[in-house]
């Protein structure tokens, strides 16, 4: 069965640091592979989704994320947080098979200034 | 344009009312889908509409009745509510339904039943 793993369920950066939110997915196939964010109170925002071809992902708002299958990994990355970013982050796994996304718990993202 | 709306944005509802949740979508996609996020939590799927059929109900209480009256409209009709369905209720579409496809998310519906 399909399952999205996200260990961090908080992380608090200075604004202007890097960021690096992991996703582990648990699937037989290729995934398909999507990031989400939410705002509090707001509904999911796509970020960045990888269906096949070059592993690094670029998304909106300057994330970028990097398929690994040997790890089963697809981390999301940004270089520098801006204090706007902080919000809740989703990974999700879909697959032909069903019409379902499969969502982790999500990482709440706090940004200080 | 990816938008998909949602009204109201707000609700509050006795255990008594009945009461309907819309979302509209222009994008031509075919399938609609409902979803209840509690606090903290990821979205968890409710029901499916697919070519204004209804594919999957993921086992929700009668209570929760779904209508899909055209392409672009999903309804979500409430009757006899509990207080633990308070809840962000997210309407989401994609051009089919697929696993594989991108769900583009309205900005949810705050529901409280008192």
Same mark, same amino acid.
């Given at each position: ?26 699937? +037989? ?29 670029? +998304?909106?708002? +300057? ?40 969502? +982790? ?9 | @344009? ?22 509209e979508q222009h ?57 633990? @369905?308070s809840a962000l ?26």
């Open positions: 069965a399909q399952s999205v793993t996200q260990p961090d369920i908080h992380i608090t950066v200075s604004e202007g640091a890097s960021l690096e939110l992991r996703c582990n997915y648990s699937y +037989g196939a290729t995934p398909y592979l999507f990031w989400y964010v939410q705002s509090p109170g707001q509904g999911l925002q796509l970020l960045l989704k990888y269906f096949s071809g070059d592993t690094l992902v670029q +998304g909106i708002k +300057g994330f970028e994320a990097e398929f690994k299958r040997s790890q089963s990994s697809f981390n999301l990355r940004k270089p520098s947080v801006h204090w706007s970013d902080a919000a809740e982050y989703f990974c999700a796994v879909g697959a032909y098979n069903t019409d379902k996304l499969i969502f +982790g718990t999500g990482t709440r993202l706090q940004v200080f200034p | @344009d990816t938008e998909v709306t949602q009204t109201p944005k707000h609700l509050v509802m006795g255990m008594t009312n009945k009461k309907s949740l819309k979302c994008m031509g996609h075919r399938a609609m889908y409902w979803y209840k996020q509690k606090a903290k939590k990821p979205p968890e799927l409710m029901f499916v509409y697919s070519y204004e059929k209804l594919s999957i109900n993921e086992s929700v209480p009668s209570r929760f009745s779904p209508e899909c009256p055209n392409s672009s409209l999903l309804n979500l009709h409430l009757h006899a509510l509990q207080p633990e @369905d209720y997210l309407c989401a579409s994609s051009q089919v339904g697929s696993g594989v496809e991108t769900q583009y998310f309205g900005p949810g519906t705050r529901l409280l039943v008192l």
